[in-house]
C-alpha cells in the first residue's frame, strides 16, 4: 500500500529532475564568480606580504643599520625584482625599521654622515635632516618624518610589511 | 628624476630644487664593435639610474647623449656643450657627464660639466644582487665629483 502512495508521477519525476539539474548548472555557473568577487578580499590578510631581511631581533641595536632585501614586484605578467633599503634599529621596546626614502623629495638618507649632526639622518640633497625616530628637523626641507615599514618578529627573524606614512 | 611625464610633473612644482643634470654618453656602433658599445651603453644605464635614484630630488636624468664612433671629437664636445647650455638656461647649474668611451680622455668638456670616465664591465650576466652590489660601488667613487660641487 505505502508503495502505492508514495508513487511518483511521470510529471513529479520531471519536475525533480529538472529542478535538480537546473540548481547543478546554477550554482556551476555562479560558484567561480562568487569566488572570484571574494579573491582580493582573501588574499589581502595573506602573510606573504612581510619579507624577511635576514636579519634575527638580538643582532639590533640603538645604532640605526641599513639592510637591503629584495621584494619581488608583479606587473602583469612581468616579473621583477627589486631592491629596497630599511633602517633598522631597537627603539624603546619595539623594532622600528624606517624608510630610507627622503620625504621631500626622494633622495636617500643615511644615518650619520653629516659631521654635524652625527646622531641624525642626513640627505644629501638638501640637507633635510631627520632625528633617530624619523621626525623631522623643523627648518630643514622635509615637511614631515620618514615613513615607516610595519614590523613583525617572528621566531626571533625580523619581518618588513608595506610602508606606511606618518604626518 | 627620470624623463618619464610622470617625474616631470615632479619637477615643475620642485624645479628650484632640481640642478644637477646627468648625461650618459653614449657610442653606437654596429658589425664588429656593436657588442663592446651595448656593453657600455648597458653599463652607464644601470650606473647613472643608480645615481638617479639615489639623488632623485637634484639630479635629473637626460636622455643619453649618443653619437658614431666615427664623429670627430671637435664634433662631439660641440653638440655636448650646445646641450649643456641649452639646459643651462633652463635652470639647471651642474653637469655630469658619465661615459666608459675611452675617447672622451681625450676631448676637454670642463667648460660645460664634470666628466667621469669609468671603465665598463658586462653586467647583463651577473645575478640582480651581485649586479646591484657592483654597480654600488662604481657609483661610490662618482658621487663625490657630483656632491662636492653642491657645496
Known amino acids: ?167 | 628624476m627620470k624623463w618619464t611625464g610622470q617625474d616631470t610633473v615632479v619637477y615643475e612644482k620642485a624645479k628650484e630644487y632640481v640642478d644637477t643634470a646627468v648625461i650618459p654618453l653614449l657610442p653606437v656602433a654596429g658589425g664588429k664593435e656593436q657588442q663592446e658599445s651595448v656593453m657600455m651603453g648597458e653599463f652607464t644605464q644601470y650606473l647613472t639610474e643608480y645615481l638617479e635614484k639615489q639623488y632623485m630630488g637634484r639630479v635629473y636624468l637626460l636622455p643619453p647623449f649618443t653619437y658614431l664612433k666615427e664623429e670627430s671629437g671637435e664634433e662631439k664636445k660641440n653638440r655636448l656643450s650646445a646641450w649643456a647650455a641649452h639646459f643651462e638656461k633652463h635652470g639647471f647649474k651642474f653637469f655630469l657627464f658619465v661615459t666608459a668611451d675611452m675617447q672622451w680622455r681625450k676631448i676637454s668638456v670642463e667648460e660645460a660639466g664634470e666628466l667621469v670616465w669609468i671603465p665598463a664591465f658586462s653586467v647583463h650576466d651577473m645575478e640582480p644582487g651581485k649586479r646591484h652590489q657592483a654597480i654600488e660601488q662604481q657609483a661610490q667613487q662618482i658621487i663625490p665629483l657630483m656632491t662636492q660641487q653642491w657645496t
Open chain 1, 1 to 167: 500500500m505505502s508503495e502505492k502512495k508514495h508513487r511518483v508521477s511521470r510529471r513529479q519525476f520531471l519536475t525533480y529532475t529538472l529542478t535538480g539539474v537546473g540548481g547543478f548548472m546554477a550554482a556551476g555557473m555562479l560558484a567561480p564568480m562568487v569566488r572570484m568577487a571574494l579573491d582580493p578580499a582573501l588574499e589581502a590578510g595573506a602573510d606573504s606580504d612581510f619579507v624577511s631581511i635576514g636579519l634575527s631581533e638580538d643582532e639590533l641595536s640603538e645604532e640605526p643599520q641599513r639592510v637591503d632585501f629584495t621584494v619581488e614586484l608583479d606587473d602583469g605578467w612581468y616579473q621583477s625584482e627589486q631592491t629596497q633599503s630599511a633602517w633598522v634599529f631597537r627603539n624603546g621596546d619595539e623594532v622600528m625599521a624606517l624608510s630610507p626614502i627622503c620625504t621631500h623629495l626622494g633622495c636617500t638618507v643615511n644615518w650619520g654622515t653629516n659631521e654635524d649632526n652625527p646622531e641624525e639622518f642626513f640627505c644629501p640633497c638638501h640637507f633635510g635632516r631627520f632625528e633617530r625616530d624619523g621626525t623631522n628637523i623643523p627648518g630643514t626641507p622635509p615637511t614631515r618624518p620618514l615613513d615607516v615599514y610595519e614590523v613583525e618578529v617572528r621566531d626571533g627573524m625580523i619581518y618588513l610589511g608595506q610602508i606606511n606614512q606618518r604626518d
